[in-house]
């Protein structure tokens, strides 16, 4: 029997997480901004995005070992005091049809017998998500998709574009209205350029994925006709 030891990052948490952290994000700025202190002005907002960042850690990982047991896999998580994740059912491997996997080395979905196994490895403490990866990717017959083909499907890619396209937008105008009433006079500041670039590269990625998301539905629909 193989067995597989993973970090993992709960994908319905995280989508809470990509929702909430630019919030938490406008949030600190709008605190560094507010305090006249020079000190405190940079301390402030780098301890509350510490301690939000710490909260969401928690709330969102989990350890998992999946066991292969002939031809099911079979899933066990380490119990936490706090946010534990459901339980999930064995799947048999012949049966998974999807797999959902980013830069070919994060796992986030097996789809297979009627129901989504929400798996997303983590960046950090990989353990055995590479040859996890490779005994699915060898066992299976399973089509492989990313992220943003999966949300494309769910139908969440728009909302999710329009959400970073919002955020984006604040986030220029607060600094620009800033820069405009105070001038650049905040050490705070400092850090907007990488935040804006950050929010600005997951606005490309989600466009570019649009865009051949509809470019494919538009072949399909002249090739049938």
Known sequence: M???QLTIFGQSRVLLIVLF???????ALFIGLSIDIPILNIITPILFLG???????YFSIGH????????????????KSLFNYDEIPPIEIEKIETLVIDQNQFL???IGQG?????NNAKVQKKDSAKFIKFLTKNSNARLIDSWDFWDEKGWLKTAYRINTITLILFIGIVIT???????NNRLLLFTPLLIIELFLYQLQMKRKKTNANNYRSDVRHGQT
């Open 2 to 4: 193989k067995q597989f």
């Open 108 to 110: 986030r979905n097996i």
């Open 178 to 184: 800033y820069l405009i009433m105070k001038g650049f």
């Open 21 to 27: 952290f630019p919030i938490s994000l406008l949030a």
């Open 51 to 57: 301690i939000v960042g710490f909260g969401l850690y």
């Open 64 to 79: 998992l070992t999946i066991m292969q047991n002939e031809k099911n896999l079979e899933f066990e998580w380490n119990k």
């Open 115 to 119: 129901r989504t196994i929400k798996i």
